[in-house]
């Protein structure tokens, strides 16, 4: 099977299997206490802020840009 070949929704339910497979089992993210603590720090100036951040168009032309 070729993930071409599905329609939208079975890759839809595909993503979702998968993401559900990863989550069950979060110690294979292998996140490390550096990356808890920036990603903490981020969530606590995102908080302080209240900017509602980028949205998808901006963050997707800044990364094609890259």
Known sequence: MKIQD???TEKVILAQELWDSVVIDQQALDVSQEQIN???????????DGEQG???SDV???????
Not at 38 to 48: G, H, I, V
């Open 6 to 8: 599905l329609s939208n």
């Open 38 to 48: 920036e990603l903490d720090q981020r969530l606590a100036q995102f908080e302080m």
């Open 54 to 56: 980028s949205s998808w």
């Open 60 to 66: 997707k032309g800044r990364v094609l840009k890259s």
